[in-house]
């Protein structure tokens, strides 16, 4: 399908074949403004229509599930590959990168949360069986995709939620790193264990750690191999919410649902602009920074959302939100 990009007062609008507008886009689009290049990734995805409910896949090691009623829009990716620990090897990967590459082009995903049905696991990190049979090119291959994956996860367009009820370690803590926002239960254990296998993270680990919990720190927990609990890693910063494990094994994830559904009711089209405002301005100088958020800006103040968010303040009732 060929899509056409208009693009006029900072504006982008994308543009159907059948001349209907899909909205203004903010994946990637700032980013190419900024740098004066216009050619922006598009898509969009009409097979998950809100309120669709997807049940797991017998055989699936990562699946989908779509909350529906009042949490039309919350959206789970379920680990859960019990043998393994959630290890993240060829066909977990494999099943992870589609499942992400499906839900950044679905704009009725407005929250995703990353959990596990593993009791006691988050993510035990990247497959050692798996790795033990590759030679030196192999293994650098595997990392490339594991690699690939977490800067997949990290570009999605919507806020994600890494729900940590047990062991996120190595590959798994990389994972939840790539997350915009992470929850754990005080008895999780994390931490980039690496150095202790003779390795460092390949996965983002020591680039989005230190951007998380400031170098110094960084350096101690990496070169440490140092594994933390959720009340710690709270302290550290490591994670947004922590809290003591239930009789369910599942407060993480409770505490992450209670996050998307604060998020939920906020203008979609803001929400995703907001974090490519911050994504983008974080990794360069202020005065290109502040150039990144008036862009931004700019490209939320012709969307119905921001007229509905203006009339609803007016009229002193709670806005609707469509996501346009």
């Known amino acids: 399908m060929t899509f056409l990009c208009s693009i006029a007062a900072r504006r982008v609008k994308i543009i159907r074949p059948d001349g209907g507008a899909f909205g203004f886009m903010w994946r990637g689009g700032v980013q190419g403004l900024v740098s004066g290049d216009v050619r922006l990734p598009v898509c969009y995805n009409r097979t ?21 009623g009042e949490d039309t829009g919350i959206v789970e990716v379920v680990m859960r590959r019990h043998k393994a620990r959630n290890a993240l090897g060829h066909v977990f990967i494999s099943q992870m990168r589609e499942i992400i590459t499906s839900l950044s082009c679905d704009t009725a995903s407005r929250v995703v949360i990353f959990r596990s049905m593993v009791p006691g696991v988050f993510c035990a990190g990247a497959d050692l069986k798996e790795r033990a049979a590759m030679n030196n090119i192999s293994a ?20 994600t939620i890494a729900a940590m009820d047990g062991a996120a370690l190595g590959g798994g803590l990389e994972l939840a790193l790539a997350c915009d926002l992470r929850t754990a239960a ?46 710690a890693a709270l ?3 490591l994670v947004n919410q922590a809290t ?19 998020i939920l009711p906020q203008a979609p089209v803001a929400i995703r602009l907001a974090k490519e405002a911050m994504d983008r301005g974080i990794e360069v100088e202020m005065t290109k920074a502040m150039a990144i958020e008036r862009l931004c800006y ?25 996501g346009e």
């Not at 460092?200 to 989005?208: F, I, K, N, T, Y």
């Not at 490209?299 to 806005?319: C, N, S, W, Y």
Request: aromatic fraction near 4%; avoid cysteine; charged fraction near 25%.
């Open 244 to 262: 003591e494990q239930n009789q369910t094994g599942d407060a993480a994830y409770t505490e992450a649902l209670v996050l998307a559904r604060e």
């Open 186 to 231: 005080y008895s999780a254990q994390m931490g980039l264990i690496e150095t202790t296998r003779g390795l460092l993270p390949g996965a983002g680990g020591s680039q989005r750690l230190p951007r998380l919990v400031g170098i110094s720190l960084a350096k101690e927990l990496i070169f440490t191999g140092r594994r933390v609990g959720g009340q």
């Open 140 to 159: 650098d291959s595997f990392v490339h995709r594991l690699r690939t994956l977490m800067t997949d996860i990290a570009s999605m367009p919507m806020p």
């Open 48 to 68: 998950h229509s809100r309120g669709q409910h997807t049940e797991a896949t017998p055989s699936a090691e990562v699946d989908v599930k779509r909350l529906d």
């Open 235 to 237: 302290g550290l910063g």
């Open 298 to 322: 700019s490209m939320v103040i012709p969307t119905r959302d921001r007229q509905e968010g203006m009339a609803a303040f007016l009229e002193k009732r709670k806005p609707n939100y469509t």
